[in-house]
């Protein structure tokens, strides 16, 4: 994974992040297998919205 700084923050993301909002009513096993395979693959910025 290629990493870059957040702005000034300091902070170091991956080139590629992941939106979950399509996780939303699915099974927490599915969620919880995304959120590790995104983890295990170097992918450090997750836009964890869900509506409502």
């Not at 399509?22 to 096993?29: R, S, T, V």
Request: glycine share 16%.
């Amino acid at each position: 994974m290629i990493y870059r700084a957040l702005g000034s923050t300091g902070l170091q993301v991956g080139v590629i992040g992941i939106g979950t909002e399509y996780l939303d009513g699915k099974p927490y096993a599915v969620a919880e297998e995304v959120i590790h395979a995104c983890l295990e693959n170097g992918i450090n910025m997750m836009d964890l919205f869900m509506p409502g």
